[in-house]
């Protein structure tokens, strides 16, 4: 997302206390504390700091993000990211240099699933008549 593509910019020298809702495009260069949610594209420049659960269609970041993240689509975390929560997306790129502190969840979202903040149940293969590598060693 460009700078000029920002329908709200919180700008270097502004800082954000509580929930900041959009349904446009948000770039982020200074502080944000409560929650952060946009319809729209989200992009968290470099020297920018949010303590809140954010949640977007798709998101850039090269700032530092405390909280969980749920993106609809696309998330890119740049060599300067630092997060530290959980990620919910479909897409994840994540460019070395980057920091990451949680866990991760990227899927296709059902319908369903949308709205919740939780990861799917990991299903676990059917056992039953299968032998294990050990088994096999020892018969």
């Given at each position: 997302?460009?700078?000029?593509?920002a329908?709200?910019?919180?700008?270097?020298?502004?800082?954000?206390?509580?929930?900041?809702?959009?349904?446009?495009?948000?770039?982020?260069?200074?502080?944000?504390?409560?929650?952060?949610?946009t319809?729209?594209?989200?992009?968290?420049?470099?020297?920018?700091?949010?303590?809140?659960?954010?949640?977007?269609?798709?998101?850039?970041?090269?700032?530092?993000?405390?909280?969980?993240?749920?993106?609809?689509?696309?998330?890119?975390?740049?060599?300067?990211?630092?997060?530290?929560?959980?990620?919910?997306?479909k897409?994840?790129?994540?460019?070395?240099g980057?920091?990451?502190?949680?866990?991760c969840?990227?899927?296709?979202?059902?319908?369903?699933?949308?709205?919740?903040?939780?990861?799917?149940?990991?299903?676990?293969?059917?056992?039953?008549?299968?032998?294990?590598?050990?088994?096999?060693?020892?018969?």
């Amino acid at each position: 997302m460009r700078e000029e593509d920002a329908e709200t910019i919180i700008g270097a020298s502004v800082k954000v206390d509580g929930d900041f809702v959009s349904e446009g495009n948000v770039l982020v260069q200074g502080i944000v504390n409560g929650s952060l949610k946009t319809k729209g594209n989200l992009r968290v420049d470099e020297g920018a700091k949010i303590k809140a659960n954010v949640d977007a269609t798709n998101a850039q970041v090269s700032g530092e993000i405390q909280g969980n993240i749920t993106v609809k689509d696309s998330l890119d975390l740049g060599s300067s990211a630092k997060v530290a929560g959980d990620i919910i997306t479909k897409i994840l790129s994540i460019e070395p240099g980057a920091v990451l502190n949680g866990h991760c969840s990227v899927s296709a979202m059902s319908e369903e699933s949308e709205g919740n903040d939780q990861p799917s149940e990991i299903q676990k293969p059917n056992q039953k008549n299968k032998k294990s590598v050990l088994d096999e060693n020892l018969d």
